[in-house]
């Protein structure tokens, strides 16, 4: 997998986000904020992936959400690619607990997206 594009709205507090993670130029993303950034509401976002699990917004629950998360082909992210770590359980890209600053998404040599 060479590219990841990211398309979401309203997810968890993410009022609009379009990104395109290019691993042809780039083996591993960190992304590294401030609390309050959404760096959890992107972590549950992809959560829900890894799940299959519809993505929401808990504070406006009748707005539409919309995630679109696919490879450079444009295909959907498989939920076995995605793996989600909270605080020290693997739960399925990301750290969602609320002290953890970091998330890192990285591209596995096996063709998938792998996280940590």
Known sequence: MKQVTVALENCYGIKKLDYKFDFSAESVYAIYAPNGSMK???AQTFKDVAEK???KDRIFPV???VRKITDENGADLPSES???LTGT???GVGFARPHVHGMVLWRSDHGGVSKG
């Open 40 to 42: 959890s509401s992107l």
């Open 53 to 55: 699990a519809v993505s």
């Open 63 to 65: 707005r539409v959400s």
């Open 82 to 84: 995605v793996l989600v």
């Open 89 to 91: 359980s693997v739960v």
